[in-house]
């Protein structure tokens, strides 16, 4: 009986831990998916910049500047942000870095200077290379899979990027703003959009579906820790007082008969 009742404490442990997380998930993904298409939406990079604002999570954006100088990481094998580059093998969870629109005026000037000396690696060091002041996009992506798969230019001129805006389930922690901030020392943080890249927002019947998955396994859970306990409860009953009670209950009878 004790061995059912651990059996069935493991199985209310995973119930429980599973309905949390497919609760959470599918909160998060209700939250984020409020006010978000199932297509994205195109906006122009430069009017966010000016202060235009997005009524939809689900973003496509054309022809930028990603600034992979300000690149930051999380390392899976340390708990903490870093800008330099360890073992080029090390697994990276997760990137930020921030986005600019072609027509930035600090991009225009770079754009100068790399028609003017055939290239940024060309720019001689007495020469300083401008950079945008701030930015409204700060991109998340797990595209970069090791710490060599990290972008080694700067700056980079890209196509285009999809994603979804995460700000309501997601914001920066202190020591990710920290180092951001490095290189940008005027940002305003609160006027950031986080853009995940490459995520589309879930169906409102896919997140609410989950959510009640994880009702029922919070249930399941619960209900298996309190078979649990009354297991435990009938099992805590010693074999000496069982035989004990045996033996006063033959008494009893033997003195019945005697009478």
Request: net charge neutral; with cysteine; glycine share 8%.
């Amino acid at each position: 009986m004790r061995m059912l009742a651990r059996v069935m404490t493991g199985i209310g442990f995973f119930a429980l831990l599973g309905g949390c997380c497919l609760g959470v998930w599918g909160w998060q993904e209700k939250k984020v998916g409020a006010k978000a298409t199932a297509d994205p939406v195109s906006v122009d990079l430069a009017k966010l910049e000016s202060g235009e604002k997005v009524d939809n999570n689900h973003l496509k954006i054309g022809p930028h500047y990603a600034l992979y100088y300000s690149i930051v990481y999380s390392s899976k094998t340390r708990s903490r942000f870093i800008k330099t580059k360890p073992n080029a093998n090390q697994t990276v969870e997760y990137a930020f870095y921030p986005i600019v629109s072609t027509s930035n005026p600090d991009m225009q000037a770079l754009d100068k200077l790399k028609k003017q000396f055939g290239g940024l690696e060309n720019v001689p060091d007495n020469v300083d290379i401008p950079t945008p002041e701030h930015f409204v996009i700060l991109v998340k992506t797990k595209r970069f899979k090791t710490v060599g798969d990290l972008p080694t230019d700067d700056i980079r001129s890209e196509d285009s990027i999809q994603g979804l805006v995460i700000n309501d389930i997601s914001s920066l922690d202190s020591k990710e703003e920290k180092l951001i901030k490095e290189d940008f020392p005027n940002l305003d943080v609160k006027k950031i959009l986080i853009l995940e890249d490459n995520r589309k927002p879930s169906s409102s019947g896919t997140a609410v579906g989950t959510m009640i998955g994880g009702g029922a396994c919070l249930f399941v859970g619960l209900a298996s820790l309190g078979a649990a306990v009354v297991l435990v409860m009938k099992s805590s009953q010693s074999p000496e007082r069982e035989r004990a009670k045996k033996k006063s209950r033959r008494v009893r009878t033997d003195d019945e008969d005697d009478d």
